[in-house]
Nanobody, 116 residues
Framework: QVELVESGGGLVQPGGSLRLPCAAS????????WGWYRQAPGKQRELVAG???????NYADSVKGRLAISRDNAKNTVYLQMNSLKPEDAAVYYC??????????WGQGTQVTVSS
């Protein structure tokens, strides 16, 4: 079993930055993919950034160049650095991880609000 806990959400002005940590505990040795999803009101949950066990990253087109995912293996923590935030980035952000069997794990979500 794996537990994921996000933090770092909040209110930020357009153009501002936030960093979202996601700390994992439990059987983290089984994980081979980490991702950040977001879900805005009335919209489907979407993958915005992912990183494989080998360190390969991928991003949604809407966030390329502004968001960056990284991983600290020693701390079992994945980060989403968000820069140049726009009002359309406002959503609940969820940390996700998958193990080698394809089993997904989710965090509880953290709210990001982008508003002046």
């Amino acid at each position: 079993q794996v537990e994921l806990v996000e933090s770092g959400g909040g209110l930020v002005q357009p153009g501002g930055s936030l960093r979202l940590p996601c700390a994992a505990s439990g059987s983290t040795f089984r994980l081979n993919f980490w991702g950040w999803y977001r879900q805005a009101p009335g919209k489907q949950r979407e993958l915005v950034a992912g990183i494989t066990g080998g360190g390969v990253t991928n991003y949604a087109d809407s966030v390329k160049g502004r968001l960056a995912i990284s991983r600290d293996n020693a701390k079992n923590t994945v980060y989403l650095q968000m820069n140049s935030l726009k009002p359309e980035d406002a959503a609940v952000y969820y940390c996700n991880a998958k193990d080698y069997r394809g089993i997904p794990y989710w965090g509880q979500g953290t709210q990001v609000t982008v508003s002046s």
